[in-house]
């Protein structure tokens, strides 16, 4: 399988070896932003840590923090990497499709680099937007990571993990970091809007769902896949997170002629490239 790196270290999920990247990415490209099927699995991630010297904070000698990015499939990790230009300080890792992937592969990757641990972690990718919230070919810088659908169906309604007492529904981001990529990217003169980000291992194909989830979630922004598993790598590790998403369609019934797959990849290598004057 061919991987594209943004400078830093590869490393391929072993779920991943021996499948033809070319053939996930064909039938990758069928799929909306905030749907993507196993067919579009690629692995990639973060092998021995650089030669640089690095300290205890992620840090590079050079006082620049070192980032991971994971993304769930080639054509949105081949978008940062452009966006990136080869800078050093980023690994991405294609991780997968879905929470339990995305965790799994983000969890091995910063295992694989300790104790040169990393300083931030961004889930990156493209993904469904809310209507009046977040439009097509937009970027979120998510306000917190929201794991939508993770708890249990009662006669009062959905309860989430919170709820039950088993767990948080919600990870936070780095708001100082959150809050300077937004204004980076409104500055850059791309659309951009703040609010959760949702992760739901079933997107969204009706327009009941998409109103029940932005009335039991105010303010929600995006939907995707993977968000909340990156996050919950991040939190166990106590490292910053961010979760960028690249609006390709509207949350709600499911209309093919309408999603912007190439926009949404075209904003997403935008927002990396200001991603990296952010992060420093």
Do not use: C
């Not at 980000?197 to 109103?211: H, I, K, R």
């Amino acid at each position: 399988m061919e991987q594209s790196r943004a400078g830093g270290h590869n490393y391929e999920a072993p779920h991943a070896r021996g499948r033809s990247g070319s053939e996930a990415q064909q039938r990758r490209a069928e799929l909306p932003g905030s749907e993507r099927g196993a067919a579009g699995r690629s692995g990639g991630g973060h092998s021995a840590p650089g030669a640089a010297a690095q300290h205890a904070d992620g840090s590079s000698a050079a006082g620049r923090r070192r980032v991971l990015v994971v993304v769930a499939v080639d054509a949105e990790k081949d978008a940062v990497a452009r966006g990136l230009g080869g800078d050093s300080r980023f690994d991405v890792i294609a991780a997968g499709v879905g929470p339990v992937e995305a965790a799994v592969s983000a969890t091995a990757a910063l295992a694989a680099a300790t104790p040169h641990r990393y300083g931030v972690v961004v889930s990156a990718g493209i993904g469904g937007g809310f209507p009046g919230r977040a439009a097509v070919g937009s970027l979120v810088v998510a306000s917190e990571a929201v794991a939508a659908d993770l708890g249990a169906e009662t006669p009062d309604g959905f309860s989430g993990l919170d709820k039950l007492g088993f767990g948080a529904n919600r990870l936070p981001v780095d708001k100082q970091l959150a809050g300077e990529l937004l204004a980076a990217l409104r500055a850059a003169g791309l659309a951009a809007h703040s609010g959760p980000a949702l992760t739901l291992s079933t997107v969204t194909g009706t327009a009941a769902t998409a109103s029940e989830l932005a009335e039991r979630i105010p303010g929600a922004a995006s939907e995707g896949m993977e968000g909340y598993g990156v996050a919950a790598a991040a939190s166990r590790y106590g490292l910053s997170f961010l979760e960028i998403r690249a609006i390709s369609n509207a949350v709600g019934p499911r209309d093919r002629s309408a999603w912007r797959i190439g926009d949404a990849l075209q904003a997403l290598e935008a927002a990396s490239a200001v991603l990296k004057e952010v992060i420093r």
